[in-house]
T-cell receptor, first 111, second 111 residues
Framework: EAQVTQNPRYLITVTGKKLTVTCSQN?????MSWYRQDPGLGLRQIYY???????DKGDVPEGYKVSRKEKRNFPLILESPSPNQTSLYFC??????????FGPGTRLTVL | GEDVEQSLFLSVREGDSSVINCTYT??????LYWYKQEPGAGLQLLTY?????DMKQDQRLTVLLNKKDKHLSLRIADTQTGDSAIYFC???????????FGRGTSLIVHP
C-alpha cells in the first residue's frame, strides 16, 4: 500500500531535549516536505527536499533541521525544542510538488 | 507575499450542495488545490486546477476559478455526513515548491 509513515505519532518532551521525527514513503517520490499545523494558522511549510541531499527552507524553518540521505526518508530534527514548537507536524511526499501524499501527523508537546 | 483566505465554518444539511470559497492574492499563482482533512488524519488532496482553467469537475466535486477576482470555489453536490471535515485551499506559484495554505473551512453536515 502506498503510504507516508511518521513516527512517533504522539510525543511529549521537555525544553532542550533533542528529538527526531521520522518520515518514510514507499512511493519512490523525489519531493518530500514537512509542515506544521497550528490552530487558526493552517499549514506552514518548514523544509522541503527535491531529491537526495537537496533540501531547502520553507516558510518557518527556524529551530528545525532536516536531512535527506535516502530517497525514502526525510527526518525532522529539533536540536533544542522550545514550547513554541508545540504543534501538529505533517510530512508529505510527491513526484513533482503537486499531488502531495500526507502522513498521519505527529502531535508534539514541548513542556 | 501570498495570502489565502477562507471562511472558517460552513454548515449544510445532508443532501444539499456545499460551496466553500477561497480568495488568493498572488496573480501569478499557477496551481490551486483543495485538500480535505478528516479528524485525526493528514490532508488528502481532493483536486487541483491550473490557473489557465476555469472549471474542473470530478464526480460530486466542481472547482470554479475566477482569475479576475482571484476567487476559487469548491462545490460538493449531494453533501453527505462523510463529507464533514476541514477543507483547505492552497496555492503554489509555478517554479516554487512552497505552497501557501488557507486556514481551512470546517464543513459540518447535519441530517
Amino acid at each position: 500500500e502506498a503510504q507516508v509513515t511518521q513516527n512517533p505519532r504522539y510525543l511529549i518532551t521537555v525544553t532542550g531535549k533533542k528529538l527526531t521525527v521520522t518520515c518514510s514513503q514507499n512511493m519512490n517520490h523525489e519531493y518530500m516536505s514537512w509542515y506544521r499545523q497550528d490552530p487558526g494558522l493552517g499549514l506552514r511549510q518548514i523544509y522541503y527536499s527535491m531529491n537526495v541531499e537537496v533540501t531547502d527552507k520553507g516558510d518557518v524553518p527556524e529551530g528545525y533541521k532536516v536531512s535527506r540521505k535516502e530517497k525514502r526518508n526525510f527526518p525532522l530534527i529539533l536540536e533544542s525544542p522550545s514550547p513554541n514548537q508545540t504543534s501538529l507536524y505533517f510530512c508529505a511526499s510527491s513526484i513533482g510538488g503537486n499531488e502531495q501524499f500526507f502522513g498521519p501527523g505527529t502531535r508534539l508537546t514541548v513542556l | 507575499g501570498e495570502d489565502v483566505e477562507q471562511s472558517l465554518f460552513l454548515s449544510v444539511r445532508e443532501g444539499d450542495s456545499s460551496v466553500i470559497n477561497c480568495t488568493y492574492t498572488d496573480s501569478s499563482s499557477t496551481y490551486l488545490y483543495w485538500y480535505k482533512q478528516e479528524p485525526g488524519a493528514g490532508l488528502q488532496l481532493l483536486t487541483y486546477i491550473f490557473s489557465n482553467m476555469d472549471m474542473k469537475q470530478d464526480q460530486r466535486l466542481t472547482v470554479l476559478l475566477n482569475k479576475k477576482d482571484k476567487h476559487l470555489s469548491l462545490r460538493i453536490a449531494d453533501t453527505q455526513t462523510g463529507d464533514s471535515a476541514i477543507y483547505f485551499c492552497a496555492e503554489r506559484i509555478g517554479g516554487s515548491y512552497i505552497p501557501t495554505f488557507g486556514r481551512g473551512t470546517s464543513l459540518i453536515v447535519h441530517p
